[in-house]
T-cell receptor
């Protein structure tokens, strides 16, 4: 079955540590996205990538970094510079970057930093 | 610039009753509009999308939405609510820029009363 996998489902880290969230897709989609979701809020775009070896900052990129070395993979690193990293992180992909393309989402990773 | 507003952060209906979730958009160009559903601790799933082919859009699980340009609305409806419809629902509009991205509303939590 085609889809997006995110691992792990739950992640716990101590403050000051960097942590990397995994996102893999086997849909052969060109574009991939990372969102952050906080309680009672919509999704906020962190980073997106239209093609391998290229990515752009979204609305809240500070304290985060990404890479896109393979079409299938788009890992997100939450650095110690992110002031409030505890949140639900969602990865998504789309066939292309045309306006009508919907995004497909992974199951999410809940990160808790203490 | 595009934006989307969901009226009502929480809607509660009885099982078997009509479901109406409201969404208004702002766009200076013809929009592409989406409704997504999110079950607890899961990713988002596309319910339906509007791409100008027809103003009444039918989606999965008997949901439908009507695009009304004069009212800049894209409300989501379902004739008869089921307990399994309890979830968070997000309206979204495509953001036109150098790369296609989606702007999400803040979400409406739907509760179903037995």
């Amino acid at each position: 079955d085609g889809g997006i996998t995110q691992s792990p489902k739950y992640l716990f880290r101590k403050e000051g540590q960097n942590v990397t969230l995994s996102c893999e897709q086997n849909l052969n989609h060109d574009a991939m996205y990372w969102y952050r979701q906080d309680p009672g809020q919509g999704l906020r775009l962190i980073y997106y990538s239209q093609i391998v070896n290229d990515f752009q900052k979204g609305d809240i990129a500070e304290g985060y970094s990404v890479s896109r070395e393979k079409k299938e993979s788009f890992p997100l690193t939450v650095t110690s510079a992110q002031k409030n990293p505890t949140a639900f992180y969602l990865c998504a992909s789309s066939m292309g970057t045309g306006e009508s393309y919907e995004q497909y989402f992974g199951p999410g990773t809940r990160l808790t930093v203490t | 610039a595009q934006s989307v507003t969901q009226l009502g952060s929480h809607v509660s209906v009885s099982e078997g009753a009509l479901v109406l979730l409201r969404c208004n958009y702002s766009s200076s160009v013809p929009p592409y509009l989406f409704w997504y559903v999110q079950y607890p601790n899961q990713g988002l799933q596309l319910l339906l999308k509007y791409t100008s082919a027809a103003t009444l859009v039918k989606g999965i699980n008997d949901f439908e939405a009507e695009f009304k340009k004069s009212e800049t609305s894209f409300h989501l409806t379902k004739p008869s609510a089921h307990m399994s419809d309890a979830a968070e629902y997000f309206c979204a509009v495509t953001r036109y820029s150098s790369a296609s991205k989606i702007i999400f509303g803040s979400g409406t939590r739907l509760s179903i009363r037995p």
